[in-house]
T-cell receptor, first 117, second 112 residues
Framework: GAVVSQHPSWVICKSGTSVKIECRSL??????MFWYRQFPKQSLMLMAT?????????EQGVEKDKFLINHASLTLSTLTVTSAHPEDSSFYIC?????????????FGPGTRLTVL | SQQGEEDPQALSIQEGENATMNCSYK?????LQWYRQNSGRGLVHLIL?????REKHSGRLRVTLDTSKKSSSLLITASRAADTASYFC????????????FGQGTTLQVKP
């Protein structure tokens, strides 16, 4: 149980286009999902917290108009990278927090590798 | 922002040896978690240790937590080539925001 999927697993796009990445909790409900970005040979940087039915909370330095997050249901959150540029090329990873658990147990998706040409 | 620091940044050992990685953090925490990441892949949760725990074991893994020093260590005993990966600590800060803040990671290479 507690499987999180991401789609697509990799994507290549042209500069200036928008890319949508989906994060799904397959066998549990997640009121909260998190989006991270990881550059090569670096650690995960939290971008934003996605709460079902409300606006996402962005970390300092992350542009909310560039990285649009929609958490429309208890099993799906989407991250849209708008007007992508080569510097947005990165590994994007989501995680889902299991609802109702006392401690913070999160399950991570396999990641989406974005390459912007 | 990243609050954790890990050392060493890179570690290379022979199969069968033990590997120890350290993590330091800055704020009060609810718990600290260790994850493994194989190159270009997602994260695998290894172990969670709560702030009121000092040591925890899981198979060949042993984690310690010293909240007075704001540090944790991960020991992998009898390492295997398959343990080659990057290892990250992540802290869940007090206040239960749910956010995990990751350390910089340790890249472990286990030579067969």
């Amino acid at each position: 149980g507690a499987v999180v999927s991401q789609h697509p697993s990799w994507v290549i796009c042209k500069s200036g286009t928008s890319v949508k990445i989906e994060c799904r909790s397959l066998d549990f409900q997640a009121t909260t999902m998190f989006w991270y970005r990881q550059f090569p040979k670096q650690s995960l940087m939290l971008m934003a917290t996605s709460n079902e039915g409300s606006k996402a909370t962005y970390e300092q330095g992350v542009e909310k108009d560039k990285f649009l997050i929609n958490h429309a249901s208890l099993t799906l959150s989407t991250l849209t990278v708008t007007s992508a540029h080569p510097e947005d090329s990165s590994f994007y990873i989501c995680s889902a927090r299991v609802s109702g658990r006392g401690h913070n147990e999160q399950f991570f998706g396999p990641g989406t590798r974005l390459t912007v040409l | 922002s990243q609050q954790g620091e890990e050392d060493p940044q890179a570690l290379s050992i022979q199969e069968g040896e033990n590997a120890t990685m350290n993590c330091s953090y800055k704020t009060s925490i609810n718990n600290l978690q260790w994850y493994r990441q194989n190159s270009g892949r997602g994260l695998v949760h290894l172990i969670l240790i709560r702030s009121n725990e000092r040591e925890k074991h899981s198979g060949r893994l042993r984690v310690t937590l010293d909240t007075s020093k704001k540090s944790s260590s991960l020991l992998i005993t009898a390492s295997r080539a398959a343990d080659t990966a990057s290892y990250f600590c992540a802290t869940d800060a007090t206040g239960n925001t749910g956010k995990l803040i990751f350390g910089q990671g340790t890249t472990l290479q286990v030579k067969p």
